[in-house]
């Protein structure tokens, strides 16, 4: 079923673009958190090579500080037991690497099948190291999920995206949420690169190429072409680790069962405020990634006029 998208906040166009406010924010509430930890939303993030770990874990923890009920986490098995420590929030399941700590993707699917197979939304992505192994991952991850259950695609879980086969990429069609860098929107289009002007251009012919939603820097397109402009965040977010504490926080409104355009907007708009409270506070620069999951909840709040 297509996302319903309230008039008052639905996307403009290239030329104009539907400028994100807490206004258009509060117009556009989330679903209630109720229920058991497993009613409120299931989520599972699948990455994590031996060599960037951390990434999972920047994900993980913030599909939680937006309020997902349960995590789990799929990582390089030399990395598994450290990442259960670091996140005891957290299942976590083992995945085979090779020889330097790159997740291979081999037997991924069976090995994550009990948890992928009811998760209400799962992340593929954050800290792969190998394109191989990435598009044998997803290849394999994606046939365990839900016909309806969101995919979100970030990283190297991403730039694999054009070389899957057809029927992973038809899988993926009308649930599929991507988070590009502006390096890797141009390897989704086959284009050497996209300059700054060229982002929100870019950012919507890759949503209806991949029939996808798709958020680059401060813009987030669906597929039929509507665009939305975020309005708040600085400089500071641009620090290794941000982007997959944005990724994690998409997540965790999509297992809590907000549309696909819905939590990208509310997750960029919600990532960029924290970063912004994490300024007035540290600085312009100089916060780190791992300070701004724990601004989540407090700016969700007051986002949402609680």
């Known amino acids: 079923m297509p996302e319903q ?29 109720t229920g058991s930890k497993y009613g409120r939303g299931q989520a599972v993030v699948v990455g994590g090579s031996c060599s960037t770990p951390g990434a999972v874990l920047l994900a993980g923890v913030s599909a939680l500080r937006m309020g997902a009920g349960k995590l789990h986490l799929g990582v ?32 991924a699917g069976a090995a994550l099948e009990r948890e992928t197979g009811r998760a209400d939304a799962v992340l593929v992505g954050p800290g792969l190291d190998d394109p191989e192994g990435s598009a044998r991952l997803v290849t394999e991850v994606v046939p365990t999920l839900a016909p309806d ?112 355009v819905q939590a990208l907007v509310w997750a960029k708009s919600v990532h960029a405020a924290a970063g912004d409270t994490l300024a007035m506070r540290l600085g312009r620069v100089g916060y780190l990634a791992g300070e701004i999951p724990s601004e989540l909840p407090l700016v969700l709040r007051t986002l949402r006029g609680d």
């Not at 406010?21 to 209630?32: H, S």
């Not at 996140?87 to 085979?96: D, F, I, Q, Y």
């Not at 669906?222 to 504490?245: F, H, K, N």
């Open 149 to 260: 259950a969101p995919v979100l695609l970030d990283a190297f879980g991403l730039t694999v995206l054009p070389d899957l086969d057809d029927d992973v990429l038809r899988s993926l069609r009308g649930r599929l949420v991507a988070t590009p860098n502006p390096g890797e929107l141009a390897h989704l289009l086959d284009r050497d690169e996209v300059d700054d002007d060229d982002v929100a251009e870019a950012t919507v012919e890759a949503a209806r190429r991949y029939d996808a939603v798709v958020g680059c820097g401060d813009w987030v397109a669906s597929a039929d072409g509507a665009l939305w402009r975020m309005t708040t965040g600085d400089t500071g977010l641009a620090t290794s680790g941000s982007g997959d504490v944005c990724a994690g926080a998409a997540l965790g409104l999509l297992s809590r069962g907000a549309g696909l």
């Open 76 to 107: 390089a098995e030399g990395v598994a037991p450290h990442l259960a420590v670091a996140v005891p929030e957290s299942g976590v399941t083992a995945l085979a690497q090779s020889a330097s700590g790159s997740v291979t993707g081999t037997g």
């Open 5 to 33: 998208i309230p008039d008052e906040v639905s996307g403009g166009t290239l030329a104009d673009p539907r400028l994100v406010t807490p206004d258009v924010l509060r117009r556009w509430p989330l679903p209630e958190p």
